[in-house]
């Protein structure tokens, strides 16, 4: 069983977007530790398997990001599932997630389910529209997230998202120095190995993703933020 | 440390409500498991601390049911903190909590404080109106809340609360099914002890409420569920 609790480093793949075989070939060959699949606008049932079925030719581990329920199928070996706490609507924290429970509930293995305490913090993302996210967090906000996290939901993994920028890693160290169990991912904005070291000083794991779309090469290097470990 | 998980009846006082020294005394030396002090209404830091100081003077254990921020208070063994699942404003699933760990999150002993995934089913009762409780559920509805406060959330306890009404049993045992790990308490409309034994057959725990101020005989009658244990 993979340990996710190890994972420093993690491409995220967005099924709804194009990437050739070379590309896709030199991520999945890199030496990052796992590979997530998700987005959020066209994410379908097609797309999801065309990606998975590419991906699954290569010998690490494999994550979908439940966006919807009709993407959602066997063959991985992960499934995160983001409860996004600071959106004011119950869809995104636990109202898309109990018709999932409803439908396939009793054949789900809550082993490989993993749920997140997720934080949506760049207002501009498509996520944090679709949401309404509550983005002007205090640190002290991020903190009391952390506890609920921690503390009230015991979910192994706080995600911090800010998709299409790069965050306030003072904000991200707020949440980790609150966190006693849980992991930290950040994701967002990384698009540099600057980027990526001054991230994974403050962050558990790192999610590199739309880099991979705007430059293939930069998303390689910021694989070596591994290497410092 | 009390087990809570050994509890199989328990009385909830009403800090709103008045009852009379002898009444309180049959109460507390009544052979049930736990005292909860907790309402919707009118709960005030004057009034806790009141029923608190009087109830202290017995030897079993003590919980506050957190209800709003101004009328929690230290020195009770346990506080119960309601998650409202079926609330469809995120103030009654965790709005209150983190305000509540903003504030008082870095002095909180998380092992005192339970937390629980919390169904209202009685649509006329006060805490549904204040909720928006979504109370028209069916069984399959029920046991994804189950399995929510179970494999989502890994609370400890399932609350199914049909205060000023008895419930449907068959919702219970629907809840008591699924759950593997978290245990269920029953409380509303338990007005003799024909309905305590109904409901302990299927809860694991008991909890008798209204009936102490409406006929408090019959409430000590209730009781007697556990001589069957």
Redesign the interface.
């Known amino acids: 069983m993979y340990d996710i609790k190890k994972w420093k480093h993690v491409f995220k793949l967005d099924p709804a977007k194009m990437i050739n075989d070379e590309d896709l070939d030199k991520i999945c060959m890199s030496e990052t530790d796992a590979i997530i699949i998700g987005g959020t606008d066209n994410v379908t049932e097609d797309n999801v398997i065309q990606l998975m079925s590419r991906v699954r030719r290569y010998p690490l581990p494999l994550v979908l990001e439940i966006s919807n329920l009709e993407s959602t199928m066997p063959g991985f070996d992960f499934y995160f599932v983001p409860m996004v706490?600071n959106?004011?609507?119950?869809t995104y924290?636990?109202g898309i997630?109990?018709?999932a429970?409803?439908e396939y509930?009793h054949m789900?293995d809550?082993d490989e389910?993993i749920?997140q305490g997720y934080l949506v913090l760049n207002p501009d993302s498509k996520v944090a529209v679709k949401t309404q996210a509550q983005t002007n967090l205090e640190t002290?906000?991020i903190?009391?997230?952390a506890?609920?996290t921690d503390?009230?939901?015991?979910f192994p993994i706080m995600y911090i998202e800010y998709s299409g920028t790069f965050g306030d890693m003072e904000k991200v160290r707020a949440a980790k120095e609150t966190l006693e169990e849980a992991h930290v991912f950040y994701g967002g904005g990384i698009s540099s190995i600057n980027d990526a070291k001054a991230a994974a000083e403050v962050a558990d794991t790192i999610v590199v993703g739309n880099l991979v779309y705007e430059d293939v090469k930069q998303a390689l290097k910021t694989v070596k933020i591994k290497e410092k470990s």
Chains 1, 2 share one sequence.
Not at 87 to 90: A, E, L, R, Y
């Open positions: 706490l959106s004011p609507d119950v924290q636990n997630l109990l018709e429970l409803k509930g789900m809550f389910v749920f002290e906000d903190e009391a997230y506890l609920m503390k009230v939901y015991r």
